[in-house]
């Protein structure tokens, strides 16, 4: 079956403009999770949904940041007035129960560049 | 809060080289363990993981016990390939808090034939 989709994969933007990525889950999976990953660190914790609720958004940096995942199935996360700090590698996760023994699936990650 | 912490590397081996990665976590809670890596212009995937005191993780060779005492959980490999060159992720899952991974920084593996 597929795994985890993101587009697009890659994304350049100017400092200013707004931009969305898409993540489509496994299909069936409950849990969908976003990560920012910074050149040469590890993934951090942004947003939570359970189905269509978000039920933690306390890793978004800034209320520039928004995730919505409307029918419990695609997300997507939104970004206004890029800043040169949002550039990273956005990741979406999903596990099927949305337990902490859970093996979160990820997707391949969208590279944000913002000139 | 919550906090992983991972040897820095980038780790160097020769082909068929014993590998040992460190990892300590701090956790208020149980924390399930996980070990993820990143290959070469691949995505995440998940390596291992154990959800209790004492269960050991193996998968492809590669094995961590989760030491509850030593709050650590060390990625081993008795003979690496160069087909093991990635970087490696230590992780902790709190079920305390919402189900997200906290992640250590990574650590880059380099085999060399």
């Known amino acids: 079956g597929a795994g985890v989709s993101q587009s697009p994969r890659y994304k350049v933007a100017k400092r200013g403009q707004d931009v969305a990525l898409r993540c489509d889950p496994i299909?069936?999976?409950?849990?969908l999770f976003w990560y920012q990953q910074a050149l040469g660190q590890g993934p951090e914790f942004l947003t939570y949904?359970?189905?269509?609720?978000?039920?933690?958004k306390s890793g978004l940096p800034s209320d520039r940041f928004f995730a919505e995942r409307p029918e419990g199935s695609v997300s997507t996360l939104k970004i206004q007035r890029t800043q040169q700090e949002d550039s990273a590698v956005y990741l979406c996760?999903?596990?099927?129960?949305?337990?902490?023994?859970?093996?979160?699936?990820f997707g391949p990650g969208t590279r944000l560049t913002v000139l | 809060g919550d906090s992983v912490t991972q040897m820095e590397g980038p780790v160097t081996l020769s082909e068929e080289a014993f590998l040992t990665i460190n990892c300590t976590y701090t956790a208020t809670g149980y924390p399930s363990l996980f070990w993820y890596v990143q290959y070469p212009g691949e995505g995440l995937q998940l390596l291992l993981k154990?959800?209790?005191?004492?269960d050991k993780g193996s998968n492809k060779g590669f094995e961590a016990t989760y030491r509850k005492e030593t709050t650590s959980f060390h990625l081993e490999k008795g003979s690496v390939q160069v087909s093991d060159s990635a970087v490696y992720f230590c992780?902790?899952?709190?079920?305390?808090?919402?189900?997200?991974?906290?992640f250590g920084t990574g650590t880059r593996l380099q085999v060399f034939p």
């Open positions: 154990a959800t209790k005191a004492d």
């Open positions: 996760a999903s596990s099927p129960a949305g337990a902490g023994t859970d093996t979160q699936y």
């Open positions: 299909s069936g999976h409950v849990s």
């Open positions: 949904f359970q189905n269509e609720a978000q039920l933690d």
């Open positions: 992780a902790l899952s709190d079920e305390i808090s919402t189900d997200k991974l906290i």
